[in-house]
C-alpha cells in the first residue's frame, strides 16, 4: 500500500477515537488496528514508524508501540 494511504488510514482511525480521553482513544486505536488491519499493513506502519514516522498522529503512533509485534 501507498504509504500516503497508509497514514491517511491510521490518522483517520486515530482521529476518530481521539473524543475519548488519551489513553481509551490510544486503546481503540490500538484494538482496530489488531482487529482490522491484515498482518502486512501492521508490518507497513512498523516499518514506517521505524523510519521516522513523519505526518502520523499522535495517538496512531501510540498505537503503533502497543500493537502486538
Do not use: C
Not at 486515530?14 to 508490518?43: C, G, V
Amino acid at each position: 500500500m501507498d504509504s500516503h494511504h497508509m497514514i491517511h488510514m491510521a490518522n483517520s482511525i486515530a482521529l476518530n477515537f481521539s473524543a475519548y480521553p488519551r489513553e481509551e482513544a490510544i486503546k481503540l486505536t490500538t484494538q482496530h488496528l489488531q482487529d482490522f488491519w491484515e498482518p502486512r499493513m501492521r508490518r507497513q506502519l512498523h516499518e514506517y514508524v521505524a523510519q521516522g514516522g513523519s505526518g502520523l498522529h499522535e495517538l496512531a503512533a501510540e498505537a503503533e508501540k502497543r500493537l502486538k509485534k
